[in-house]
């Protein structure tokens, strides 16, 4: 009888452990590398330069209606300029991204903490010439429904953490990236 009792009770307790858990809705949206882009624009002296890079591939994670993380790769022999193809194999150069060599960049979600509605404070980690560092940046969600999301940030990135330090003429070291990110489920 004890035993019958012991048992009953154990089974019960798993029981209601059970059932009091949360269900998180979570879905995954791969990236549309054919939609998604990459806008860049950096200064040196007396001038600037603004282009585009691709996005090669990417997940993103949503729970419960929300951004809660995702990972992404950028294509870095696709980074263009509008000074056209000398300064384009520049960039893809050891002095800048080294794109022959490397290839690619990744970045990849820690957190997010959404600030209203349709925006969050995104806290991330980039990893481009071999080198992680933490990024944080404020996004934008422009649409998220149950078929597609597209989602928009601007920042600013110093390209010395990464080691791109070429140019003693260059005045900023900061590179101001606007991405544009489209996905499906």
């Known amino acids: 009888m004890k035993k019958g009792l012991v048992a009953f009770v154990f089974a019960t307790v798993l029981v209601g452990m059970f059932s009091f858990t949360s269900s ?6 791969t990236v549309d ?29 949503v729970e419960n209606g929300k951004i809660a993380g995702g990972k992404f790769t950028l294509d ?15 960039l893809k150069s050891p002095d800048f991204f080294d794109a022959s060599k490397l290839g690619v960049a990744t970045f990849e979600i820690k957190s997010v903490k959404y600030t209203g509605d349709k925006t969050a404070d995104i806290d991330g980690a980039l990893t481009l010439k071999g080198i992680t560092a933490n ?41 101001t990236v606007n991405v544009h990110l489209f996905g499906t489920k």
């Open 24 to 29: 998180v809705a979570q879905s995954v949206y």
């Open 33 to 61: 590398a054919t939609k998604s882009k990459i806008d860049w624009a950096g200064a040196a002296g007396d001038h600037y330069h603004v282009g585009t890079m691709a996005v090669k591939a990417g997940t993103v994670s």
């Open 76 to 90: 870095l022999t696709t980074i263009k300029s509008d000074a056209g193809e000398k300064l384009d194999g520049h």
């Open 135 to 175: 990024v944080k940046f404020s996004a934008k969600v422009r649409g998220l429904d149950d078929k597609k999301l597209f989602a928009e940030a601007s920042l600013s990135l110093d390209r010395t953490i990464w080691g791109i330090v070429y140019g003693p003429g260059m005045l900023a070291n900061d590179i």
